[in-house]
């Protein structure tokens, strides 16, 4: 493996406990962590970023708008890691088994709201084509209740993902195979 | 619904049946089958020419390959349906819960073989570009031990679901539900 | 030649009565029956298929109409079989002795009515971007009086040829000499 | 017609005597003379480019080689017009009523020679990404006897047929019609 | 160098006489001038094509309008040669030391007149589209004041300069340095 | 302004310190800054990643590498304010005044080294085609001296500028008119 996933013995004390929290509440350590840990300094902006962004609790996106969001353009990007970690979270948080393989393929054939599809209409045009972006973006976004705060939101998010698609592969990152399964199966077929 | 699926009661004789046999085996209709019986002739061309390529006993190519064939190619198409009820099928023949989701995502990426990675770049070469494929694309198939016969097949699926692609698309034909779990669990936890 | 031609001689009973009920029609033998016979089953399928979309007798489409698809959508694949043996029946059937050398070309530059345009631009779009296909296309269909089942039997004819496009191209299938001038000299002038 | 065909008594006595010349020569008046005539400096800069390219006597470039690049290069970019007009000269100058229609369709499935591939593949390049001809480039023209020379011949032909494509479709000029047969029919039949 | 600049010793007469009055009016020679030279004959008929378009006196471009055309255009090809050299004329035309930069990178971003938006729109799609061109888009210019001449107008010169611009790629032209800075400082400053 | 930049004077202290510090280095307050403050969480995580980036002082690639790199990929995706800003800062610290502006049109064509010819080649295809990058990629770079730790650096200066670049165009940012003439004009002649 050409960017080895750093061995958690070896990372700053702060990285270690910020990992080991999460490895707490999630049961394993999402490979990302250990992916970038190996830059200190990147590791902390990146995720100050991502909780900036996916922890905030002003706007109107909610958590599951936000993971949705991150799995349609990560698809688009070709981010397999993307795809099927924050997919994982997606079901979760939309209690909906189906929803991530939806708009991993095509958002448009998905079984989401209009709101939702002007959202991911929106964080798509930011990915593909972000110099295109106009006023009629933004209105078509009014139209369902978005204000500029939550463009903004919207498009920080698609923004913020872009850069983790390309560094998860460049990297060479997998996803845990703990995530293909999360959220698919009731929680009371489990027991 | 602009094309409904048609009601099983009011289909021609041998549609009916085929219909019920595949029912029986799979424990419920995927909804192609309705989604295409309401043009007959069609629907008997289809399954015909879907026999003839998936179906078929000669050639290096295995039932899990072609259906890796499909749901890699159903992917770059945006068809939702033949990406999950293919990929749930490659699953099975793969037991491999997590091959489907990676080259839905992109190939290039996927925990295949190189033999694989071969087939499935000749694959989505008559995807995109079916007139630039040339003699350099066939030796890279000769190099992992596909012959032209192979490569035929490789084609064939390939264009065969072109096709279906479409018609799952402009038909508006979704997934049945019971696909996105199959070939997840292992079946003793099932039991 | 990498997918010989079948030998007619060598092909099961029943392709060679067809073929041969062809060739008594048209005067000679496409080049893609005896490409395709190298595979009966498929050859079958794929004809049997063909007839269901061709010959229907339903819906507001002409004949014409159906070769102008043909050969508009098989110029986007860079097909030159289906370009110049569907341009030749376009022809014929159209009287016409312009209109497949244009739509080949871009057929919003061709000398054909407002409807056939909308058909066309139909057409393409199931060509090229399936998924994007929306309620927009079928109401653009619908002003120019084209109603659900005629769409289908646009789209039908588009994935169906997309599929043929495919395999005359992987399979190294020329159009035969004939088919470049048929059509293109009025009855009387040739007598 | 936004932009009607010149009047041949309307145009200064250059342009006519020029434009008189062809029509004896052809039999008619190419639709492109009287499109551009309307703007006489601009007529007599693109005559007078066009002579230097297509009558140049120096160089390996045949003429039918030259029509060639054109019918390649003005189906790339739509060009009705010259697709049909040059086609037909390419025809007459090779005797060959094919191979118009196949490069028009996709030159890399057309029976011409591997020299002449080579040069339409610049030509594609030159036309399609020009700012990434480079070395590699030249180089696979110099592997079939092309030199710098002809290689700027090539370039030279291509870009000069960009600016009469978009000036033929802006413009709305359509082929005449009897450019559609010409060279298709052997001259012995014809008599 | 591939293709070396002409010695101005070496041209013709009346080849040497233009450029030395170009020379004499802008302090040096621009390169194109001496790469061109080499083909005479092309050589006459470019620029005789290129006053025709930019020293026209009738329509409603200025000539500042024309260089934003050659800019963006230039840009969207990839072309150095011409960004520079004609961003360097734009900036001085244009009183404005910001605007070349602005609409070489995107002008749908630049500061400048809904006008001349409607204008550069219009030339991006002659030059990536030449084929996709119909009434909407003339519809769009008159909206802004520019009939169907100016629309020629700004066909023709994105048309001219698609041609200058792969003639100076393929050709190898540089900027000569003296354009980069042309504009940028005002007038004052320089004394 | 959709987003207006935020008044220095309403902004978090250490927020408003580190605005000062760099007003005070450049003589004006770069528009990035006061864009992005007006979310403070954002604003820190953005530069303490872009100083993870910019400022690191290992590996093989120099302060003007990294600008050249962020000049080259902004123009990519089309964004003014990047290209102009690192275009400025390129200038300075390649004391070369033209360089910025031929990496902008097309690296390929830049009179720059072999060297960062490959770095700009990796750094375009993590921008347009991350998915793609594979071993060959990292072999090219490795030609040039480039160790995997150098990849990783170039493939996440153009991530993260990749986010930078659409923050800056939906935030409608615009670049300060000092930067366009910075590192221009050589030092004595301003004096």
């Known amino acids: 493996m050409r960017y080895p ?43 100050a970023y991502y909780d900036a962004l996916m922890d905030k609790e002003t706007g109107s996106l909610t958590k599951a708008d936000r993971e949705m969001i991150v799995t349609t353009t990560s698809a688009a990007n070709g981010c397999l890691y993307c795809v099927v970690a924050h997919g994982a979270v997606l079901r979760i ?20 709201t209009d709101r939702q599809r002007a959202m991911l209409d929106f ?20 139209a369902h209740g978005f204000d500029d705060e939550d463009a903004w939101d919207i498009a920080a998010i698609t923004a913020f993902f872009g850069l983790s698609n390309r560094m998860a ?6 996803p845990n195979p703990e995530f ?8 009371e077929k489990k027991g």
């Not at 406990?17 to 490979?31: H, T, W």
């Not at 964080?123 to 009014?142: F, G, I, N, Q």
């Not at 293909?180 to 929680?187: A, D, I, T």
């Open 5 to 47: 996933y750093e061995d958690i013995e070896n990372v700053p004390d702060d990285i270690r406990e910020q990992i080991l929290a999460v490895a707490e509440k999630s049961g394993f350590v999402p490979n990302v962590f250990l992916g970038l840990a190996r830059r200190p300094a990147e590791f902390r902006a990146f995720f």
């Open 123 to 142: 964080a798509m045009k930011v990915t593909r084509e972000p110099a295109a972006v106009d006023d009629a973006d933004h209105d078509a976004l009014a």
């Open 93 to 112: 948080l939309s209690k909906d088994p189906y929803v991530a393989d939806q708009v991993a393929v095509d958002h448009r054939h998905a079984d989401i």
């Open 169 to 174: 592969l460049v990297g060479g990152m997998q």
């Open 180 to 187: 293909y399964l999360m959220g698919r199966v009731p929680r």
